[in-house]
């Protein structure tokens, strides 16, 4: 399977440069001409991509293409030029969010030493970043029997939630029945990634011994309602995130 890499930064256009030239060449030879139009179409990308972070965060990815045009002010035929199918697009920004996440999970574990500081840290950032929102949703589900049946509680813990990603590619099915591949590879590092974190702070005894990396992955993916004063939210989501913060926390024997 072919591994996708992307990062939240990244601008490379999925369309292959050759389609992007023609379109903008317009058949000819002029680089004079031709170089402002590839800065305005680098540009509508980087707007379809920052609408779709947008809309899928706030609505998830059911929402309709035309929403994510509507965003970005551009015609619903520039984003289908550059995004043949919904399906394509919601992988892009999948498979990007994960990415984030897991850069997000290893300079946490790089820069704090004390194992609950580098969880706390990593779920911290995320929120804040609001890419845990755009998460595919089987990645919660990742390496748990589907009908948790006949499975003592900790075999379905952080070790196989961590090393056995799932067999084959996952598939993101959205609310209008749409479906797309997701980076498997991609998913993988991030569960090994954050799986890391969980298991130190599980072993320092800070963690609650039943919290999986599901459980991690589902805090960050929690959302406070939006509020239309910026400094409520940005209050609201804090407290959110403490209360979630302390409910993960192990509490010492009595």
């Given at each position: 399977?072919?591994?996708?890499?992307?990062?939240?930064?990244?601008?490379?256009?999925?369309?292959?440069?050759?389609?992007?030239?023609?379109?903008?060449?317009?058949?000819?030879?002029?680089?004079?001409?031709?170089?402002?139009?590839?800065?305005?179409?680098?540009?509508?990308?980087e707007?379809?991509?920052?609408?779709a972070?947008?809309?899928?965060?706030?609505?998830?990815?059911?929402?309709?293409?035309?929403?994510?045009?509507?965003?970005?002010?551009?015609?619903?035929?520039?984003?289908?030029?550059?995004?043949?199918?919904?399906?394509?697009?919601?992988?892009?920004?999948?498979?990007?969010?994960?990415?984030?996440?897991?850069?997000?999970?290893?300079?946490?574990?790089?820069?704090?030493?004390?194992?609950?500081?580098?969880?706390?840290?990593?779920?911290?950032?995320?929120?804040?970043?609001?890419?845990?929102?755009l998460?595919?949703?089987?990645?919660?589900?990742?390496?748990?029997?589907?009908?948790?049946?006949?499975?003592?509680?900790?075999?379905?813990?952080?070790?196989?939630?961590?090393?056995?990603?799932?067999?084959?590619?996952?598939?993101?099915?959205?609310?209008?029945?749409?479906?797309?591949?997701?980076?498997?590879?991609?998913a993988?590092?991030?569960?090994?990634?954050?799986?890391?974190?969980?298991?130190?702070?599980?072993?320092?005894?800070?963690?609650?011994?039943?919290?999986?990396?599901?459980?991690?992955?589902?805090?960050?993916?929690?959302?406070?309602?939006?509020?239309?004063?910026?400094?409520?939210?940005?209050?609201a989501?804090?407290?959110?995130?403490?209360?979630?913060?302390?409910?993960?926390?192990?509490?010492?024997?009595?």
């Amino acid at each position: 399977m072919h591994t996708h890499n992307s990062h939240w930064s990244s601008t490379t256009a999925l369309s292959p440069s050759g389609a992007v030239g023609a379109a903008v060449g317009n058949g000819r030879g002029d680089g004079a001409r031709t170089a402002p139009l590839r800065v305005d179409a680098q540009r509508n990308l980087e707007h379809v991509l920052r609408a779709a972070r947008e809309v899928f965060g706030e609505l998830g990815y059911g929402a309709p293409m035309e929403d994510v045009a509507r965003r970005a002010r551009v015609g619903v035929g520039t984003v289908y030029r550059r995004f043949p199918s919904k399906d394509v697009l919601v992988r892009r920004i999948a498979e990007e969010e994960t990415s984030r996440l897991t850069d997000q999970a290893r300079a946490a574990l790089g820069q704090e030493d004390e194992p609950w500081s580098a969880l706390s840290r990593f779920l911290r950032t995320s929120v804040a970043s609001g890419a845990g929102r755009l998460l595919p949703p089987q990645v919660l589900r990742v390496g748990v029997p589907e009908d948790g049946e006949g499975v003592p509680a900790d075999e379905v813990r952080v070790p196989q939630q961590r090393t056995q990603p799932g067999g084959g590619e996952l598939r993101l099915v959205a609310g209008d029945g749409t479906t797309a591949a997701v980076d498997d590879a991609g998913a993988a590092a991030l569960l090994e990634v954050v799986g890391l974190l969980v298991d130190r702070a599980r072993e320092a005894g800070t963690l609650r011994t039943d919290v999986s990396v599901s459980d991690v992955l589902l805090v960050i993916a929690t959302a406070a309602p939006s509020l239309p004063d910026p400094a409520q939210q940005a209050a609201a989501s804090a407290r959110l995130l403490d209360i979630l913060l302390e409910g993960l926390r192990s509490r010492p024997s009595s």
